[in-house]
């Protein structure tokens, strides 16, 4: 990792023109992406969102956030599933309410492309992006894996989850709707990596061949590294990654666009355009 000082955000119109002029020159363009892009595009956990479709869940249990009604500790797989279909179905299933994804997509139209993503929301795919141009390096809220894990190999859960919706009642669904592994009948759980029974299948492995290779070869040639909502959870993924990489590499640059958290190491200031501010409204802007 490079040195702890850090270059903050220019002035955003500053910044907006940098980025242009940028993104006009380049060569390949290198996506890294994180909560943040899905949050301006209306993904959020919290709030009236969370209130319309978690109510009953909230007011039994008293938690305030999406989130951390995925880690309780539900008393039955009946109840779990309830909550989670929920929160598979309106984070995975449905449309962002803002085009934020497809107004990217306009901007990288004619351009050479890969994103990488930590976000587990498949909102690149549903906005048009090309699928083998992605690499969800988190995993997939609409992918299932053995709980144990057994083999490693995923499950589509869109057909089941629908059916969840449709069934459950009392925040409970039939129980003949549990999702078990089809190998050793152990309950299934949630493709998300958040230890080490993260199940990378064939799917993940050939995305990380791809990327490594678009990296092998665009390493000489005019490359922004375009850093999208990426906070502190995961750093190393996207944003430590694209720092050393524009640090060592001839033509690279960095661009951050983040609401609260844009920054650069003092390391790489010479090549970093940092912008605090909406990423859609960035976005609308170039």
Same mark, same amino acid.
């Given at each position: /990792?490079?040195?702890?000082?850090?270059?903050?955000?220019? +002035?955003?119109?500053?910044?907006?023109?940098?980025?242009?002029?940028?993104?006009?020159?380049?060569?390949?363009?290198?996506? *890294?992406?994180?909560?943040?892009?899905?949050?301006?595009?209306?993904?959020?956990?919290?709030?009236?969102?969370?209130?319309?479709?978690?109510?009953?869940?909230?007011?039994?249990?008293?938690?305030?956030?999406?989130?951390?009604? *995925?880690?309780?500790?539900? *008393?039955?797989?009946?109840?779990?599933?309830?909550?989670?279909?929920?929160?598979? =179905?309106?984070?995975? #299933?449905?449309?962002?309410?803002?085009?934020? #994804?497809? @107004?990217?997509?306009?901007?990288?139209?004619? @351009? +050479?492309?890969?994103?990488?993503?930590?976000?587990?929301?498949?909102?690149?795919?549903?906005?048009?992006?090309?699928?083998?141009?992605?690499? =969800?390096?988190?995993?997939?809220?609409?992918?299932?894996?053995?709980?144990?894990?057994?083999?490693?190999?995923?499950?589509?859960?869109?057909?089941?989850?629908?059916? /969840? /919706?449709?069934?459950?009642?009392? /925040?409970?669904?039939?129980?003949?709707? !549990?999702?078990?592994?089809?190998?050793?009948?152990?309950?299934?759980?949630?493709?998300?990596?958040?230890? +080490?029974?993260?199940?990378?299948?064939?799917?993940?492995?050939?995305?990380?061949?791809?990327?490594?290779?678009?990296?092998?070869?665009?390493?000489?040639?005019?490359?922004?590294?375009?850093?999208?909502?990426?906070?502190?959870?995961?750093?190393? !993924?996207? @944003?430590?990654?694209?720092?050393?990489?524009?640090?060592?590499?001839?033509?690279?640059?960095?661009?951050?666009?983040?609401?609260?958290?844009?920054?650069?190491?003092?390391?790489?200031?010479?090549?970093?355009?940092? !912008?605090?501010?909406?990423?859609?409204?960035?976005?609308?802007?170039?």
């Amino acid at each position: /990792m490079l040195g702890s000082r850090i270059l903050k955000s220019k +002035n955003s119109s500053d910044g907006i023109k940098q980025l242009r002029e940028k993104l006009d020159k380049a060569d390949a363009v290198i996506i *890294g992406a994180g909560a943040g892009i899905s949050t301006s595009a209306g993904f959020v956990y919290t709030g009236e969102r969370f209130d319309r479709y978690f109510h009953d869940f909230a007011e039994k249990y008293q938690f305030s956030d999406m989130y951390s009604g *995925g880690f309780y500790p539900y *008393g039955t797989l009946e109840e779990y599933w309830a909550y989670w279909s929920r929160y598979i =179905y309106i984070n995975r #299933y449905l449309d962002a309410l803002k085009p934020v #994804y497809k @107004k990217l997509l306009s901007l990288l139209k004619g @351009k +050479n492309y890969f994103v990488l993503t930590t976000n587990v929301d498949h909102c690149f795919q549903k906005a048009g992006f090309d699928k083998l141009r992605l690499f =969800y390096t988190q995993g997939d809220y609409g992918l299932w894996q053995c709980s144990e894990p057994c083999h490693q190999k995923t499950y589509d859960n869109e057909n089941t989850v629908r059916q /969840m /919706m449709e069934q459950q009642r009392n /925040m409970k669904i039939p129980s003949e709707l !549990i999702p078990r592994c089809p190998v050793c009948g152990k309950p299934m759980t949630m493709n998300l990596r958040s230890d +080490n029974t993260f199940v990378e299948d064939e799917g993940w492995h050939t995305a990380s061949e791809r990327y490594a290779d678009f990296l092998r070869r665009h390493k000489n040639v005019n490359t922004l590294f375009w850093e999208l909502g990426v906070g502190m959870n995961t750093p190393s !993924i996207v @944003k430590f990654s694209f720092w050393r990489m524009v640090h060592e590499w001839p033509d690279a640059v960095y661009a951050c666009i983040n609401l609260h958290e844009a920054y650069a190491p003092k390391e790489i200031q010479n090549n970093s355009i940092c !912008i605090s501010a909406d990423i859609g409204e960035v976005l609308s802007k170039l």
